[in-house]
């Protein structure tokens, strides 16, 4: 049996009475088929209704075990509604695996989560004024619609979008929006579509639902929407992406967008009283805040590297008093280009197989052999073995890395090294 479908006669309904005439499993979950519904299912880009059925059936309330069901997915089968039953209700947990139902079925009252219907109703609605828009002004047209829980996005078929084109289409939907135009739907037969439906591809079907705003748009669309354009609150555009060779476009209407103003003010506020200045200053003074850090870490750099310049060469005079093949030194807090500058320095200046390593903020072993014996490589593998860590090379340089910090003392692990190099 067809399933009456009431969201398109009463967009603003609330709930409504109706009967199972069915309960099947779907997926592992329980799921009714009713005769009349408010719930509109997932499809077209519009996520499902949500809500709950009343039994107002006593032989039902025995079945179920249960007086209220609540949906939390709604799906087309056909010219049928199958409404999903939340895990709480489960075939197992039920006196009878499947409920059967009566020849009449079960009376049932549903009710629609109101505040999730209206936040779809508005943006829904409002895609179609913006896409509209973005048809109007650019010859931009929409190839892609998806209505998430946050935002709303559509793909465009242009390669590119400024802002100065983006706030003038915002400008015009809003237009539409206040001028409070009425929304309603309409079927036509495939044959006798009027003109101007806008279509981003063919349509097989017998019969065509368009959604017409006003006369400023018309689109087929099996969708829930307000009753006129004003209850759309509001279009804003929050960002612009490439996608697929061409623009995808995030928006917010009605209460999204209000939550996602508010939101955006207080942290902007935030940031404006850390400042001690006003909102519209940040900006400029967030530009000359980043300049300076660039300016402060190019100095801290500086100074980084004069003193790991003086590091080097005092171990360089020390070295050049011992007659020492191998050179191994530890390093505090030394991160791996650091550690490879200073390993290749003592390396060019001493000509000795050089060991640098340093204990955190990983553990990092740079290992330099001027003649290539022994193997650069075999030095790393043993002391992974030895301390862990992960590392390779060529056999006059090899290098080690750890995520982590070695807990260990320089002194054992200078001791350790050396070791390593005279058994080779």
């Known amino acids: 049996m067809k399933t009456e479908r009431l969201y398109w006669e009463d967009p603003l309904g609330r709930d409504f009475e109706a009967r199972i005439l069915e309960v099947i ?3 592992g979950r329980l799921g009714v088929f009713l005769d009349r519904t408010l719930f509109h299912p997932e499809g077209g880009g519009q996520p499902a209704d949500k809500g709950f059925l009343t039994l107002l059936s006593g032989e039902a309330v025995v079945a179920f075990g249960r007086n209220d069901l609540k949906i939390e997915g709604v799906i087309e ?3 049928r509604v199958l409404h999903l039953l939340s895990g709480e209700v489960s075939a197992d947990r039920l006196p009878h695996r499947l409920p059967e139902v009566p020849e009449g079925g079960w009376a049932v009252r549903g009710t629609i989560d109101w505040e999730h219907r209206f936040d779809l109703m508005q943006q829904h609605t409002g895609q179609h004024i913006l896409s509209r828009a973005f048809e109007e002004l650019l010859d931009a047209r929409t190839v892609g ?3 998430g829980k946050d935002y709303v996005s559509i793909d465009l078929d242009i390669p590119a979008l400024s802002y100065e084109a983006r706030d003038r289409v915002e400008d015009r939907a809003n237009q539409v929006v206040f001028q409070d135009l009425p929304v309603s739907g309409r079927e036509y037969p495939k044959d006798q579509l009027p003109g101007g439906i806008r ?5 097989d079907a017998e019969n065509i639902r368009v959604v017409s705003v006003g ?4 689109c087929p669309c099996g969708g829930t929407h307000v009753v006129s354009s004003g209850q759309v609150g509001l279009i804003k555009v929050n960002q612009v992406d490439r996608a697929h060779g061409g623009v995808r476009v995030l928006f917010r209407c009605g209460k999204r967008a209000l939550i996602d103003y508010r939101e955006k003010e207080r942290l902007l506020g935030q940031a404006a009283s850390a400042l001690s200045m006003p909102l519209g200053d940040v900006p400029q003074a967030v530009q000359s805040t980043l300049a300076r850090l660039r300016d402060l870490e190019k100095d801290l750099e500086e100074a980084h590297e004069a003193v790991l310049d003086f590091q080097v060469e005092s171990r360089l005079r020390a070295l050049s008093e011992s007659g020492e093949s191998l050179v191994v030194e530890a390093f505090e807090s030394l991160v791996s280009d650091r550690l490879k500058y200073a390993a290749k320095k003592i390396s060019e200046s001493s000509g000795k197989l050089t060991v640098c ?3 955190s903020p990983r553990f990092s072993v740079v290992v330099i052999s001027p003649s290539n014996s022994p193997d650069a490589r075999d030095v790393v593998s043993k002391i992974s073995s030895r301390w862990g860590g992960r590392g390779g090379g060529t056999p006059g340089y090899a290098q080690l890395g750890s995520k982590e910090p070695l807990a ?3 002194e054992a692990v200078t001791s350790s090294i050396r070791e390593i190099v005279q058994k080779l």
Do not use: M, P, Q, V
Request: aromatic residues 16%; glycine residues 8%.
């Open 357 to 359: 390593y340093s204990l």
């Open 145 to 147: 619609f998806h209505l």
């Open 199 to 203: 279509a981003r591809f063919n349509i």
């Open 77 to 79: 089968e056909g010219e």
């Open 408 to 410: 260990a003392s320089s």
């Open 215 to 218: 006369e400023y748009d018309a």
């Open 25 to 27: 499993e779907s997926g």
